[in-house]
């Protein structure tokens, strides 16, 4: 097994590939204390500014919720507000310049439990009032799997239980966005969604949960068809832009954390490229973002790697669908202006 970890991470050293194309990363998480690997226990604004800053022209990033400084009394479904409160204070900092150009934080995703249905207005107006100018909307994950392998987030068929439908219909009133990670089985499900509550914008994560272990592993001659036919679906919905990313965890199958030496971003853009061409193709560039997803997929890669992948990937592309992709559709989806 490989060890991971930075020292091993710095293996792998390239030089950053078209440096002056404007980034700005939809997808990463903050917290104090995880239980991953030592040099990732701890994911702060110094070490997001380390990976930031590691040459790409990363001008935003979009916190998304990851359950990091819960408020610890009150009502339970207030809790989260803490989080949102704890990032605002991040984002500040980071806004100061004190740790490099790029805004992290730029737009902040917290969570909150949408079956409140109308109950969950007061706890999204505490969380605009928490962070006034950057918080845009909340992550709420439906993923459920019957495998005991696999992490299930909520309920069976929570996206078409009728307090869901009632709370994103109140994201929807208030103007703020819903993020969701799910399981690619359940594609059917969050289109179904989709149509039903037409106004929200809805941001798929992680290429639409992908998943190649347990009950689906060794099996990509099913588990990739049924993937590429729910992705083709849920595209049908204007309502839902595609994150591209999220690959390098533990759940899509690829196990590069366990090399001895860290993959490459020629090699990584040639396994990631008929995965992204086809959300892509389906979606278009001005309904997809590249996502680091960072720290959760730092154990199969760095941040410099991966998006040298990214661009990679995307040179058949125009110059204009790429700033879509690298940064204009995010900067467009969070109202970002940097």
């Known amino acids: 097994m490989a060890p991971g970890g930075l020292d091993w991470l710095a293996k792998t050293v390239e030089e950053t590939l078209e440096p002056e194309i404007p980034i700005c990363d939809p997808h990463h998480h903050f917290w104090v204390s995880r239980p991953e690997p030592v040099d990732?226990?701890?994911?702060?604004?110094?070490?997001?500014?380390?990976?930031?800053?590691?040459?790409?022209?990363?001008?935003?990033t979009v916190f998304i919720e990851v359950r990091c400084n819960y408020r610890e009394e009150g009502p339970e479904e207030m809790r989260p507000v803490g989080e949102v409160e704890y990032i605002e204070t991040i984002a500040a900092e980071?806004?100061?310049?004190?740790h490099g150009a790029t805004r992290a934080a730029a737009a902040i995703i917290g969570h909150a439990d949408l079956k409140l249905g109308e109950g969950v207005r007061p706890v999204l107006e505490a969380m605009r009032e928490a962070s006034p100018g950057r918080f845009r909307g909340v992550r709420h994950s439906v993923g459920w799997d019957e495998s005991p392998d696999l992490a299930n987030r909520d309920i069976k068929g929570a996206l078409g239980t009728e307090g869901y439908r009632?709370?994103?219909r109140v994201l929807s009133d208030m103007g703020l966005v819903l993020e969701n990670s799910l399981y690619f089985h359940q594609l059917g499900e969050l289109a179904d969604f989709a149509r039903a509550v037409p106004s929200l914008t809805i941001v798929l994560n992680h290429i639409g949960g992908l998943c190649r272990i347990g009950p689906y592993a060794n099996r990509d001659d099913e588990v990739l068809p049924a993937w590429r036919e729910g992705v083709a679906e849920v595209a049908q919905c204007p309502n839902v832009i595609m994150k591209l990313g999220g690959v390098g965890q533990l759940r899509y199958g690829y196990y590069w954390d366990l090399r001895e030496t860290p993959i490459g971003s020629e090699e990584l853009a040639g396994a990631l490229k008929p995965l992204m061409d086809h959300c892509i193709e389906q979606f278009g560039p001005n309904r997809c973002m590249f996502e680091s997803n960072f720290p959760v997929d730092k154990p199969s890669y760095s941040y410099n790697v991966l998006f040298n992948a990214f661009k990679r990937l995307s040179r058949d592309y125009s110059a204009g669908e790429r700033a879509a992709m690298f940064h204009d559709t995010a900067a467009r989806v969070y109202s970002i202006n940097v």
């Open 94 to 98: 980071s806004a100061t310049g004190s």
């Open 166 to 168: 009632t709370g994103a």
């Open 40 to 60: 990732y226990q701890r994911y702060l604004l110094p070490e997001l500014a380390e990976d930031v800053n590691s040459g790409h022209n990363v001008r935003s």
